[in-house]
Structure formats: C-alpha cells, structure tokens
C-alpha cells in the first residue's frame, strides 16, 4: 500500500477524470464535446482545463477565430502516464 | 489521498469505463444517412458510366462521365466536411475489440458490394449491364443501413456492459 497506491488529487475530482479518460482513449476531442458530456458550464470546463494544462496533462489547440473558432484537447505523454496510473491504482484497490 | 471503500471504487471505475466510452460514441456521426446516400449515388453514377463507355454506341458517356465526376467531388468534400466537423478524432485502433471488429466487417462488406457491382458491369452482357448502376446503388443503401444498424448494436451492447 502507501504511496503506491496515492491517488493523483488532479485527476481524482470526478468531473476531471471524466476528462482525463475520454481524452485517454481519443486523438483529441473538442471543448464542446467534453461541455456536453460532462454536463457544466463552459467557465467550469474552462477551469479543469486550466489546471490539467498547468499540470502538463493536456495541451490546446485553438483554430479558427470568434465563433467559428474551435478549441480542442490532446493528452499529453504525461498526462497519459498519470492517467494510467491512476486507473491501474482504481484496478489495484478492487482487487484488495 | 486516503483509500477509497470497495463502493466508492467500484462506482470511480464504472464512472472511468463510462467516460472512456464516451468518444466511441460519436461513430454515428459517420453514419448519417444523407451520406449514405451520396455514397450509393456515387457507386451508381460511376459504374453507369463505364456501362456507358462500355456500351457500342457510347450516347451517354460524356454525360454520364460528368455526372459521376461530380458526385464523386461532392462526396469527397461532403465526407471531408463531415470528418472535420467531428468533435471527437480517435483511431479505429483505439476503438474497443467489438467496434473495432464491427468497422472491419461494415468495410468488408461495402467492398463487397461494391466488388459485385463492378464485376458485373464488366462481365454481364447487354442490356443487363444498364440494370447495373440502379442494382449498385440499391446494394450500397442496402449495405449502409445494415452497417449501421450493426454499429448501433455494438454500441448499445457495449453500454449495457458499462452500465451493468
């Protein structure tokens, strides 16, 4: 047990692992996309995105200006890590 | 981070299953079925017009020529739209083993039909041959709708499994 099995706090707030594990299995997804299934505000979105890009867990990328403007989300290696970290310690716990 | 009860572990695993879903999802984004059509519209106009240059007396070719020409730009740029317009970009290789199966067989079975359309526009005899592109076009929405409706059912089978 210990540290092994610490959950990373960034990523185990429910609304940001939701977005870590969507992000984990696609290239890169749109902000409205992740808006629509997580269900929040766009400021609340805009809020976990912040803290998981000052992580180096995703990067942005924006294209396109004003409202034809996108902006879309791409895990980064570390945030890869981090994720499957912290999905292998979910595993790891069920199993005790 | 303290440890979380077998429940709460339980419930943060399901919630993770659920969310990694999610992007797979949007694969019915691909099967609208006005590009369904266009796809079908496309297989017809093309094997009409090697019917038509096939053909001794060749009267369509030049229209039949311009006209799958254009359905096949059309639905070049209606397929481009529509794949850049998906708010979600995952590879089929990252897909779950049944879906990813399911792409495979929707693929093989669109070659296929395809595959039976442009041999017999080359091997039937006239003027079997000018039934071809109506049969081409018929076989294509035929294979898109049950393509679909097999997509559909993975992922509704998948959910289920989430879901419990």
């Known amino acids: 047990m210990g540290e092994s099995l610490d959950l990373d706090p960034l990523i185990h707030a429910p609304k940001r692992m ?14 409205s996309f992740l808006q629509e299934e997580l269900e929040v505000s766009a400021s609340v979105l805009s809020k976990h995105m912040s803290a998981l890009a000052d992580a180096g867990y995703v990067v942005v ?11 879309s989300f791409k895990l980064t290696p570390t945030g890869r890590r981090a994720y499957e970290n912290y999905r292998r310690i979910v595993s790891d716990l069920l199993k005790l | 981070m303290s440890i979380l009860s077998s429940m709460e572990t339980k419930t943060v695993l399901r919630d993770l299953q659920r969310a990694e879903l999610a992007p797979f999802m ?11 059509f266009l796809r079908a519209v496309f297989i017809g106009a093309l ?4 019917a038509d240059m096939q053909s001794r007396e060749g009267t369509f070719a030049v229209w ?7 359905v096949t730009l059309v639905y070049i740029v209606a397929s481009s739209v529509l794949l850049a317009r998906r708010r979600v970009r995952f590879s ?3 897909a779950p083993s049944e879906l990813q199966k399911e792409i495979m067989r929707s693929s093989m079975l669109h070659i296929t039909s395809d595959g039976i359309s442009a041999l017999a526009v080359f091997l039937l005899p006239f003027p079997v041959k ?15 709708y049950i393509s679909r409706a097999r997509v559909e059912s993975v992922l509704k ?6 879901n419990g």
């Open chain 2, 47 to 50: 094997t009409l017009m090697v």
């Open chain 2, 26 to 36: 949007t694969i019915r984004d691909l099967y609208v079925p006005w590009l369904g």
């Open chain 1, 61 to 71: 990328k924006k294209t396109g200006h004003g409202r034809s403007g996108v902006t």
């Open chain 2, 130 to 144: 000018w039934m071809v592109p109506a049969f081409a076009l018929i076989a294509s929405l035929i294979t898109f």
């Open chain 2, 92 to 94: 089929n290789a990252s």
């Open chain 2, 64 to 70: 039949s020529f311009v006209l799958a020409i254009t």
């Open chain 1, 18 to 31: 939701q977005i870590m594990a969507m992000l984990y299995v696609a290239t890169s997804i749109d902000f």
């Open chain 2, 157 to 162: 089978d998948l959910q289920e499994q989430v």
